[in-house]
């Protein structure tokens, strides 16, 4: 049997999203104004050439969706 905190670990960042602006490429995450606790390896996305312009971070499972 799993604990609580376990599943609510599995689960952060499923449901964030960030919009980003092309004056924000080249896209890494974390972003500059991450804190500092919360940072992984910093890992720069392919936005600009998927379909759908959107882009999920392997760490920390953040969206973010190209806008302009």
Do not use: F
């Not at 602006?21 to 896209?27: A, N, V, Y």
């Not at 500059?32 to 890992?43: L, N, Q, S, T």
């Not at 998927?50 to 969706?65: E, F, I, Q, V």
Request: with cysteine; proline share 7%.
């Amino acid at each position: 049997m799993s604990t609580p905190e376990l599943a609510d670990y599995k689960r952060l960042n499923d449901e964030r999203e960030q919009v980003i602006k092309s004056s924000d490429l080249p896209l890494h995450c974390p972003v500059d104004d991450a804190a500092i606790w919360c940072a992984h390896p910093k890992v720069y996305l392919s936005i600009e050439d998927s379909a759908d312009k959107t882009s999920r971070c392997p760490y920390c499972g953040t969206l973010y969706r190209l806008m302009d």
